[in-house]
């Protein structure tokens, strides 16, 4: 079972808020994890949005918009990006990662669709 | 603004040793990791290793039977070798580089565009 799993597609409607899980595998506990989170649009290279690890160990990434932001659900033992207010330029992949030992992993990524 | 840029053959027969490398331009290659990171086509991001610039190396325990990384300081670059490659290595592979955050963390902060590479005789 891989660490990280994401949902492969999600889609939302512009102007509405999206909410992208990252679920830790079954007994790696998510609360002492930082995770990354990553976007990656066709053709190009991915692009760092964003860490959390708590309100007060996060980090943005330079020039990224405030609707985008991150969290956690411990019941669901998963880390959240959250996007508000959806643009037509926020179709893309989405990709979160963490450090886990000794390796850093990446989740299979979320196709996110806004129509 | 830091530039990256992968070079290196497109296709490679199977068995053989893959060798890329990213030449870091328009900043230090001091001070900082670098990392390959591969994406197999249509698919999700696999980490491959990173390298500090003093030469110390992290490899991905799955490919580390396979992967040296190293870097050359004088011409700003470094380097992947991935020997007995397979059709399963066919992948675009980025060059990027990691960034502080404060502490222990860090975060990719700038990437090349990357390079396909196939594995087919």
């Known amino acids: ?115 | 603004q830091v530039q990256l840029q992968e070079s290196g053959p497109g296709l490679v027969k199977p068995s053989e040793t893959l060798s890329l490398t990213c030449i870091v331009s328009s900043g230090s290659i001091s001070g900082y990791h670098w990392s390959w990171i591969r994406q197999p086509p249509g698919e999700g991001l696999e980490w491959i290793g990173h390298i500090y610039y003093s030469g110390s190396t992290t490899y991905n325990p799955s490919l580390k039977s396979r992967v040296t990384i190293s870097v050359d300081m004088s011409k700003r670059q470094f380097s992947l070798n991935l020997n007995s490659m397979t059709a399963a290595d066919t992948a675009v592979y980025y060059c990027a580089r990691w960034a502080p955050c404060g502490g222990d963390c860090y975060y990719l902060d700038y990437w090349g565009q990357g390079t396909l590479v196939t594995v087919s005789s």
């Open chain 1, 1 to 115: 079972q891989a660490v990280l799993t994401q949902p492969s597609s999600l889609s939302a409607s512009p102007g509405a808020s999206a909410s992208l899980t990252c679920t830790l595998r079954s007994g790696v506990n998510v609360d002492p994890y930082r995770i990354y989170w990553y976007q990656q649009k066709p053709g190009s290279p991915p692009q760092y949005l964003l860490r959390y690890k708590s309100d007060s160990d996060k980090h943005q990434g330079s020039g990224v918009p405030s609707r985008f932001s991150g969290s956690k659900d411990a019941s669901a033992n998963a880390g959240i990006l959250f996007i508000s207010g959806l643009q037509s330029e926020d179709e893309a992949d989405y990709y979160c990662m963490l450090w886990h030992i000794n390796a850093w992993v990446f989740g299979g990524g979320t196709k996110l669709t806004v129509l």
